[in-house]
């Protein structure tokens, strides 16, 4: 931030240290919701390393499930596409808040509803395999949508931090020291503004003295001898004048 110098007057002086009060406390709040940022930003990595390190094996489990089902029941894949024709899980976005930043949540939600003919398949051989792969893969999407929230909220909370970060820095590093010089570059000016002022009511003082002096010397002889008021004149001029 850089501008020109004010005109140095205590007004100027009164305005820029109320922007220095108001900076220095923004800059303050800013440097704690950063903090409290940072902390949250560092909670979420490691949720979503674990998550994303129990998916691998969750995963691994749930296709194998499938394996398994085949292999008791048969092909089925065409019969799960037939029989799907509601959605039984939707998904719920809500809103959490971090230091004043949104994030954006997302939630399985169990709409309740059965798709028909579900309950069919598996009935000829392998009904328990094909409804334990049906239970993995129904937690595996709660985990991804799980893990899908998390990653969204870290990219939001991630820019949201870059935003802060960028504020106090110009906050401490620019603002804050722009407006503390503007204050002393005031101050020094009415200082010196001042101390000229002093020195001017001085040397008028020391002159009115002085003056005042010379004219009480001036009175002190005219009212001390009163005869030398006659001194300028000449009588031997004037002889007619007798005194």
Known sequence: MSGQMPAPTRMALGVFKGKLKGATKGFELLKKKADALKVRLRAMTKEIYAMKMALVKQSSNAYFSVSQAEYAAGSFKHKVFEACTVPEIRVETAVDNVAGVKLPVFRAIDTGMKSEGRENIGLSGGGKAVETCAKKFKELVDALIKLASLQTSFLTLDEALKVTNRRVNALENVTIPFIAHVISYVEKEL???????????????????????????????????????????????????VF
Request: no cysteine.
């Open 191 to 241: 200082d010196e503004m001042e101390r000229e002022e002093f020195t001017r009511v001085k040397m008028l003082k020391s002159k009115k003295e002085a003056q005042l002096k010379a004219l009480g010397e001036v009175e002190s002889n005219s009212s001390a001898d009163p005869d030398n008021m006659l001194a300028n004149f000449d009588t031997a001029r004037d002889p007619d004048v």
